[in-house]
């Protein structure tokens, strides 16, 4: 006899940024920095700066999130507001109710239509430059 039953899917391409493990709930505001690994969820208000230890770290900030400060991870995922620079050696994803204040360093991006930035958008290291040979040379002539 075969069991038709459905198998629980497989989890072993989850990567821990794919894994929510910290929340900051909407209604609570958080002064002072902040350091984390794996995923960050912010729904509420961060006045501080925000480190992600490990290429994989993600943060994904909600419409109503707000974050006052510098932040560094491998991934964003941006729908709120952010005063401050935005440091990402992965991905950068800003959506149509995103607002940044501040620069973008990113090593790729993707803006939807309505986001806005008031601010550089810098590639960490632009396509075709696989030496990091645009850095040095304008160094070089600086």
Known sequence: MTDNTEQPAKTDDITAADVVH???????????????SGGLHVDGNITGNLEGHKERSRLTLSREGTITGNISVGEAEINGTIVGD?????????????????????????????????????????????????????????
């Open 22 to 36: 910290c929340m900051i709930g909407k209604g609570v505001s958080l002064r002072g920095d902040m350091d984390f």
């Open 86 to 142: 935005v440091h990402a050696s992965g991905t950068v994803t800003l959506h149509p109710q995103s607002h940044v204040t501040g620069n973008v360093y990113y090593g790729k991006i993707e803006i939807r239509s309505g986001a806005r930035i008031s601010g550089k958008l810098i590639a960490n290291n632009p396509q075709g430059d696989k030496g990091g040979l645009l850095g040095k040379l304008s160094r070089k002539s600086a």
